[in-house]
């Protein structure tokens, strides 16, 4: 199974701040890496598909970066509603796999 | 519009089990492979393995393997997924997710659509 390493497990920050997540994977994926938001009680929301595409309707203060094991998530500008949790997904083989999650709070 | 709407809650005994069902509507149904995944209190996303709507294809995470059953009516465009002899750490919210493409090998996809989940609690 591919591991999927996700760091910080947690970050606080303030609005306006300029945030990064990162998703090591334990072998190379290519570029089949999601990232995904996450608030309380609800389903996760698909932001970024394939490292580094924008999903439809998604600001763009949000984006993915990398290629092969090493990935990285902005939020370029942090604001009150971009409150959750963040995954990274890897979807190069099965079984699909997540990383740990970044709670993200201000 | 496109949505995938789930049953509701359930709390079953260990050893008993339970199947979850999840709706479709606003899409072709047979067009999109679906995915069932689940979240433990507190933890992370586990997936548990696809079904091709329109083929009865399956796969399933090797953890599950012979306790979880995927399958579909095609006339209600809904899809099922049961998991038997249940224990308190299958304790979570099982989500069905859509992919992102309709292509007939398009198993391995983003998650576009999400259902709302199903609470699953286990205890004695």
């Known amino acids: 199974d591919i591991q999927m390493t996700q760091s910080p497990s947690s970050l606080s920050a303030s609005v306006g701040d300029r945030v990064t997540i990162t998703c090591q994977a334990s072998q190379d994926i290519n570029n089949y890496l999601n990232w995904y938001q996450q608030k309380p009680g609800k389903a996760p929301k698909l932001l970024i598909y394939d490292a580094f595409n924008l999903e439809t309707g998604i600001p763009s203060r949000f984006s993915g970066s990398g290629s092969g094991t090493d990935f990285t998530f902005t939020i370029s500008s942090l604001q009150p509603e971009d409150i959750a949790t963040y995954y990274c997904q890897q979807f190069d083989s099965l079984p699909l796999t997540f990383g740990g999650g970044t709670k993200v709070e201000i | 519009q496109v949505q995938l709407v789930q049953s509701g809650a359930e709390v079953k005994k260990p050893g008993a089990s339970v199947k979850v069902s999840c709706k479709a509507s606003?899409?072709?149904?047979?067009?999109?492979?679906i995915h069932w995944l689940r979240q433990a209190p507190g933890q992370g996303l586990e997936w548990i393995g696809w079904i091709k709507p329109n083929s009865v294809a399956t796969s399933y995470a090797q953890k599950f393997q012979g306790r979880v059953t995927m399958t579909r009516d095609t006339s209600i465009s809904t899809a099922y997924m049961e998991l038997t002899r249940l224990r308190s750490d299958d304790t979570a919210v099982y989500y069905c997710?859509?992919?992102?493409?309709?292509?007939?090998?398009?198993?391995?996809?983003?998650?576009?659509?999400w259902g709302q989940g199903t609470v699953v609690t286990v205890s004695s």
């Open positions: 997710a859509r992919v992102r493409c309709s292509s007939s090998s398009c198993h391995l996809a983003p998650f576009e659509i």
């Open positions: 606003g899409y072709t149904f047979t067009a999109y492979y």
